[in-house]
């Protein structure tokens, strides 16, 4: 499974819906950043010739990020009701809209089923809704 987000990475075990699409013991991968190199995950994914699962923030990047993904099997996403809620609760707006002039035509024209389902949804709620926001809130 890749993760986008090193906060989500790092508190993958509080996310707050079911993974397990993903397996029942998946290997969890930070997808890197400038500091940790995106090539070698790159090449670790492609080497591993498994299927791979991407939870990635559910915005325009992120689902083009999940669709270049080595040997993309599918979204991990909260049900379809949790992310409806999510996404009329989250006004990321102006995040969503950056991201549409360079991601609009690929998005359009993508066809795996869980890319076009949130896809739409992105397009009806026209925000962004960020991985971290499925991570339990812990009081200290």
Known sequence: MLVE???AF???HQVTFDLSLAGKNPLVVFRGSPIYRQDYVMALLNGLALPVFSFVDLDP???ILA?????????????????????????NYSRYR?????SQSILNNATHPDIVT???????????????????KRTP
């Open 67 to 91: 669709m270049s993904t080595p040997h993309f099997e599918g979204l991990i996403v909260p049900p379809t009701h949790e992310l409806v809620s999510a996404l009329k609760s989250i006004k």
């Open 10 to 12: 790092d508190k993958i």
């Open 118 to 136: 949130c896809w739409k949804l992105l397009q009806e709620y026209g925000t962004a809704l960020p991985q971290e926001y499925f991570l339990m």
């Open 61 to 63: 990047s992120g689902l």
């Open 98 to 102: 950056s991201q549409l002039m360079q």
């Open 5 to 7: 987000n090193w906060e």
